[in-house]
């Protein structure tokens, strides 16, 4: 399998704060580049581990036991963290979030995340999921269309590529990457196509949508800050504006003082935030890493920490 590189590995695994008798969990398993390094850390911890998607599952699995044995996985996603850990009374001590996409994922045209090779329209992370890119580009209305791709995409042409995608698509279905990739690039002025690729930002969206990975990410995110041990900490590495808005905002409300009582000169303890920030400004990849893996170049890490 072609290798997949982890972002921001060294400084994840740094902040996390490891202890070698912890439990952990990794909630976006991927390629278990992430777990592999957290894995080395408990001998005598444990580490649980979550994915959608089965390729990625029965990969990491193997590569982990070459480690060693303390580490469950579940074939699922993230959005069940909550109650996996009421089930089991786990009190995770950390806690990891790696919102990119894998780049095998990318890399395996038949999946149709990438607009650099022909597919079919796909774009699901776990391939139960009965929507896919195809059923959202021949289905949805112009309107939808436009709401996503401006919502999800911040797509300044989304109205123009919504009516071009419904002129198609009643001449014939639009079934391929490539097709969809097209029309896209008919709908963008030639001077704009300098500033990278005229179908990433749909792209992008369609495949939020697909997965419904904004939504789900508040809400596990949420979630984590109440299943979080004290002194645990949440680590969460973003790729674009809209995941880093939502975990800047809620790590944000977590941590501020009560506006009613921040002036005062002794504030009583049990009225005092329950988190603090490790992170005041996100952790950017190194130029040397940007240099070796381009994919990194977006990445933003930022940490909380539970202190009661």
């Known amino acids: 399998m072609e290798k997949h590189v982890s972002v921001l590995l060294n400084e994840s695994i740094e902040n996390l704060n490891i202890k070698e008798n912890g439990v952990y969990i990794d909630a976006t398993l991927g390629f278990a580049g992430h777990s592999s390094e957290i894995l080395k850390r408990i001998p005598k911890g444990k580490l649980f581990a979550f994915d959608k998607d089965q390729t990625a599952v029965s990969y990491s699995k193997e590569r982990l036991e070459s480690i060693n044995n303390n580490f469950q996985i579940y074939n699922e996603g993230f959005e069940n963290i909550k109650k996996r850990c009421t089930q089991e009374n786990i009190k995770p001590d950390g806690i990891l979030f790696d919102l990119g996409i894998s780049s095998v994922e990318i890399d395996d045209a038949t999946r149709g995340f990438s607009y650099m090779k022909d597919a079919k329209l796909d774009m699901r992370m776990d391939q139960n999921n009965p929507k896919t890119a195809e059923e959202v580009v021949n289905t949805y209305t112009v309107e939808k269309l436009v709401d996503i791709f401006r919502k999800y995409g911040e797509e300044k042409h989304a109205l123009k590529i919504a009516k071009e995608i419904e002129k198609e698509r009643l001449v ?112 950017i990849p190194t130029d040397i890493e940007i240099r070796q893996n381009s994919r990194s170049k977006s990445a933003k890490l930022r940490v909380i920490e539970k202190i009661k």
Request: charged fraction near 35%; charge should be positive; glycine fraction near 4%.
């Open 172 to 283: 014939k279905k639009i079934e391929t990457t490539k097709e969809l990739v097209e029309i896209i690039d008919r709908c963008y002025p030639y001077k704009e196509k300098r500033n990278g690729h005229p179908a990433k930002k749909v792209f992008q969206a369609i495949r939020i949508e697909v997965n419904n990975e904004l939504d789900e990410f508040e809400r596990t995110l949420k979630d984590c800050l109440e299943v979080l041990n004290v002194g645990g900490r949440i680590a969460v590495i973003t790729f674009h504006s809209l995941e880093d808005r939502i975990c800047k905002n809620i790590f944000k409300k977590a941590t501020e003082i009560d506006k009613v009582i921040k002036g005062m000169p002794n504030i009583p303890k049990d009225m005092l935030p329950d988190f603090k920030l490790i992170t005041t400004k996100p952790i």
